[in-house]
């Protein structure tokens, strides 16, 4: 994938949307594959590690490859950074601007990123690329990824687990549910959906 410069422009976390049936959690960069291939292709190229009680890591040489690349891209503009998510799916595909995120869409596929996924996906991409990582895995592998995401795509900032409203709950009475997500400590912008709390679930 090529790399471009581009110029900062402010940019929300994709968590604002023009309407009330705008997506909320972004889709994957590409559709899933096998687990296990995905997992064997991430630890031999040291993009992962695995301890000896069997939990995995966030390799620190590929997290600081992943945290230079996204830094990269905060400086891009709209423009170029929808080309760029544009690039980084694994079909041909134009993008544009569209509820408060990116939509990428083309013959073999579509997708819809919030902006903080779509620059955290793409410098994925880019690292798994340097790190050597088949290019028919690296857009899958930015999915699961997510979880491990060192820092905020948007600003840099810290991530932490905790409790998110999806937005309706403020827009259609009765229809708001928690979820526990992936968030920046700075600036709000949501990284990854963990998993559904259960009723009942206090914020810690």
Do not use: K
């Amino acid at each position: 994938m090529d790399r471009t410069d581009g110029d900062r422009d402010d940019r929300d976390d994709g968590g604002d949307v023009d309407d009330a049936e705008a997506p909320r959690t972004s889709d994957p960069l590409a559709p899933d594959s096998d687990p296990e291939d995905l997992l064997g292709e991430m630890l031999a190229a040291g993009v992962l590690r695995e301890d000896d009680a069997g939990d995995l890591f966030l390799a620190d040489a590929f997290a600081d490859a992943w945290t230079d690349e996204m830094e990269r891209l905060r400086a891009f503009d709209h423009a170029d950074l929808i080309a760029a998510t544009a690039q980084a799916v694994p079909f041909e595909a134009t993008g544009e601007r569209a509820y408060g995120g990116i939509r990428v869409e083309g013959e073999a596929g579509v997708a819809w990123l919030r902006p903080a996924n779509a620059i955290a996906d793409v410098a994925a991409v880019l690292a798994m690329d340097d790190f050597g990582v088949p290019a028919a895995v690296q857009a899958p592998a930015a999915t699961p990824l997510r979880l491990f995401t060192p820092e905020c795509p948007v600003c840099g900032g810290g991530v932490e687990s905790r409790l998110s409203s999806d937005g309706y709950a403020d827009e259609i009475p009765g229809q708001g549910s928690n979820r526990r997500v992936l968030a920046c400590v700075d600036c709000g912008a949501e990284v990854h959906e963990l998993a559904a709390p259960v009723d009942g679930e206090a914020e810690p």
